[in-house]
């Protein structure tokens, strides 16, 4: 009932699903761009509820506090400290959640922010090679109200620059809610 009302907003406002969600694969990093906008978060709720897909995201703490933290854990978040300097702490921690969990997709914005960047950060790329698992693009595209997800796995090669490279490149030009915060 909850995805078929998911689904009727998502119409109602215009947006469209569209490609092949990863179903097939037990486990896996899902990355979703380009991310300019709070909006993205409650088309990005629509959609996997819409879509069935079970599928977590990270987020920053201060979202999880009450009184709204219990709703955001139930929509399958996981609470994220940037303030700190944990950034390999975080990593590992989601590569063991990985190795711990029998199915988990992970939906994670490469840029790491709202804000213009002028690179994309990393912890999603390690997080994938860490726990050996590929990386699947999902394109919000708020120029066609689009939610794409690419069928074509990208699996990392080892060579940092020359993979996060690609992947900036994959997400360049797709218009955010704010173009000019995307990756341009």
């Not at 069935?52 to 933290?69: C, D, L, Q, S, W």
């Not at 702490?89 to 790491?112: C, D, Q, W, Y």
């Not at 990386?135 to 940092?160: H, L, M, R, S």
Request: net charge positive; aromatic share 16%; proline share 7%.
């Amino acid at each position: 009932m909850l995805s078929s009302i998911s689904a009727l907003i998502l119409r109602l406002w215009g947006w469209k699903i569209t490609g092949s969600y990863p179903f097939h694969v037990d486990k896996v990093v899902i990355a979703v761009g380009p991310h300019t906008s709070n909006w993205d978060f409650p088309v990005g709720v629509l959609v996997n509820s819409a879509g069935r897909y079970n599928a977590n995201y990270v987020g920053k703490h201060t979202i999880f506090k009450p009184p709204f933290g219990g709703f955001f854990r139930w929509l399958g978040g996981i609470p994220v400290d940037r303030s700190k300097k944990t950034g390999g702490n975080f990593v590992s921690a989601t590569v063991e959640a990985f190795n711990r969990e029998k199915r988990m997709h992970l939906v994670i914005s490469p840029e790491g922010t709202r804000k213009k960047v002028d690179k994309i950060r990393s912890g999603f790329y390690y997080i994938a090679v860490g726990a050996g698992v590929p990386i699947a693009f999902c394109q919000f595209n708020w120029g066609k109200k689009e939610v794409y997800f690419d069928p074509v796995f990208f699996y990392p090669t080892g060579d940092e620059e020359k993979d996060l490279e690609y992947v900036w490149n994959y997400f360049k030009g797709i218009p955010g809610y704010n173009p000019e915060l995307g990756i341009n």
